[in-house]
């Protein structure tokens, strides 16, 4: 059975941090390209930053500097690192990956808000 599980998630003042983490199983995970979308309430699931099995990734503008991904195989887990958060960050953070990137994560709640 295949899982993805993110955590980490929650309530944080803007310019604050936070680490996300998918922890994942029943998945040759050294073998995919893993990533991080987010979805805003009124708003489409959109892509955050990817990473490949060879440790490149690329961002969406509006992260690029802020937020970090990386991939640990040995763990079968992805972070992501955001720092200097706004407002605009608050979203529903996903992980996808797998064979054809057909897994999704069922979710963590990050809230910017003072």
């Known amino acids: 059975q295949v899982q993805l599980v993110e955590s980490g998630g929650g309530l944080v003042q803007p310019g604050g941090t936070l680490r996300l983490s998918c922890a994942t199983s029943?998945?040759?995970?050294?073998?995919?390209?893993m990533a991080w979308y987010r979805q805003a309430p009124g708003r489409q699931r959109e892509l955050v930053a990817d990473?490949?099995?060879?440790?490149?990734?690329n961002y969406a503008d509006s992260v690029r500097g802020r937020f970090t991904i990386s991939r640990d195989n040995t763990k079968n887990t992805i972070y992501l690192q955001m720092n200097s958060l706004k407002p605009e960050d608050t979203a529903v953070y996903y992980c996808?990956?797998?064979?054809?990137?057909?897994?999704w994560g069922q979710g963590t709640q990050v809230t910017v808000s003072s």
């Open positions: 996808r990956g797998g064979p054809g990137s057909i897994y």
């Open positions: 029943g998945i040759i995970f050294s073998s995919w390209a």
């Open positions: 990473i490949n099995t060879a440790g490149y990734s």
